[in-house]
């Protein structure tokens, strides 16, 4: 319900400025994020000195999944921050508690200098970066969702993804530029703490940046409302329709996004042959591809609804995931891997781009920062962070191909959501928040 208090509607300028500072500072999380993935190759023997190549991966992997099981905790605690003290100022903390953990990792001492301390500091920093990004997820979601018009909401929230790939590229990038630059043992004694060192400097220039972001005019409308406030107890009483749909579309979307992004990196070169300068340079073209597909489809979301694009991503991942990656085992050719990894980037596109405002679409204003934020961390936790712990188990023992169809079977389980749930451009509950 609004009040005396809700701003005016932001200008043309003021929305896009908003759209693009809350991005930015997306892009930057997910930096963070994505550089423990991108340099593991490097620093796993230093953390983990013991065992062979694939068993010291599945240690970094370990820790990988321990973050994510750190990020419900961040959607819950930030969630309920974001609904009751804004959006902007959850989006501030988020970002102040990633720097903190790149930081942690990049000055971290290794296992030959503090032997059972060193992976223990690096569980801590990602703990709190499993912190940083659960919170990120509801507040960036909530708020490019809220300041998006209502005509182009797709489009716009799709960014989110954008700015995620960004992140991704970005780490991809550091590390092309450092295998260039340096030695491979330089890279595996030091080089790999230079990554972590600039994704610290650039989160202390992105809270500047988020400082100056405009609040919703949802979260101020929002202020009206005199039902129960956000918290866990309220979302799953209240909402658990709504919440129950979000961990059941998200399941096999987050595992394929996992499957065929930062675990693809890995496979290329653990099951493929190829050696990590080739699969970096594929997953990176890959990637930059998978990034501009994201408006595109976000802004057919806008025209032919949400519903259809997500049971396109289920049909399109049930027939083609195992196939995908048998064609990879196999696969000499770079070329060939780069169109074998687009494709599958491609068909998560339907879930990607507008997974974002489907979920935020599904709550009222007082309650979308967590309702977006605790169900989706639940799913990613499940299912996302442990795909490449499940990948390299499985390869482990020789049976790598059930993970295939492991991706396939839980892309399944989201294609009867996506079947079942109804159209959320036709029921926006954000269209109600100014009634």
């Not at 590390?175 to 703490?193: D, F, K, N, P, V």
């Not at 990034?291 to 049909?315: C, K, T």
């Not at 974002?356 to 920062?369: D, G, N, T």
Request: with cysteine; proline share 4%.
């Amino acid at each position: 319900m609004s009040n005396a208090s809700t701003p005016p509607p932001p200008s043309r300028r003021n929305r896009l400025f908003a759209i693009f500072g809350g991005s930015a500072g997306n892009l930057v999380e997910w930096y963070d994020w994505y550089v423990y993935s991108a340099f593991a190759l490097y620093f796993a023997p230093i953390f983990f000195p013991e065992g062979d190549k694939t068993a010291q991966l599945l240690n970094t992997a370990a820790i990988f999944a321990v973050g994510f099981f750190m990020r419900p905790i961040g959607a819950w605690i930030m969630g309920v921050y974001a609904d009751r003290n804004g959006r902007k100022a959850g989006l501030t903390l988020s970002i102040g508690l990633m720097c903190a953990g790149s930081l942690l990792i990049a000055v971290a001492p290794g296992y030959a200098q503090i032997g059972y301390w060193s992976p223990a500091l690096l569980i801590l920093a990602r703990l709190m970066q499993g912190l940083s990004v659960g919170g990120e997820y509801g507040a960036s979601a909530t708020y490019l969702s809220e300041m998006a018009s209502q005509k182009h909401r797709g489009f716009f929230s799709s960014f989110q993804y954008v700015t995620l790939i960004m992140g991704q590229l970005l780490a991809l990038a550091v590390l092309i530029a450092l295998q260039a630059a340096m030695s491979e043992a330089a890279l595996e004694a030091w080089g790999w703490r230079i990554p972590f060192f600039i994704g610290g400097a650039l989160a202390v220039s992105v809270l500047y940046l988020r400082r100056r972001l405009m609040e919703t005019q949802s979260f101020a409308a929002a202020k009206g409302h005199d039902g129960p406030k956000s918290s866990m107890f309220a979302l799953f009483r209240c909402y658990p329709g709504q919440a129950a749909l979000v961990i059941a579309l998200t399941a096999g979307g987050t595992l394929a996004f996992y499957a065929y992004s930062t675990y693809m990196q890995k496979f290329l070169v653990n099951t493929s042959g190829f050696s990590r300068e080739t699969a970096t340079a594929i997953m990176a073209c890959a990637l930059f591809v998978y990034m501009l597909l994201q408006p595109v489809v976000g802004a057919l979301s806008d025209r032919i609804g949400r519903r259809p694009i997500m049971i396109g991503f289920g049909v399109l991942g049930v027939a083609a995931t195992v196939w995908i990656f048998r064609s990879l085992e196999s696969v000499d050719d770079p070329v060939a891997a780069f169109f074998l990894v687009l494709f599958a980037l491609a068909i998560v596109s339907g879930y990607t781009a507008i997974n974002a405002v489907v979920k935020a679409e599904l709550f009222p204003a007082h309650i979308r920062a967590l309702g977006v934020a605790l169900p989706y961390a639940i799913a990613n936790a499940l299912f996302g962070g442990t795909a490449e712990y499940v990948a390299f188990y499985l390869k482990d023992i020789g049976m790598e191909q059930a993970f295939y169809w492991y991706v396939t079977g839980m892309i399944g389980v989201s294609l009867i959501a996506y079947l079942t749930m109804r159209e959320t451009k036709r029921h926006s509950l954000i269209d109600r928040d100014l009634d």
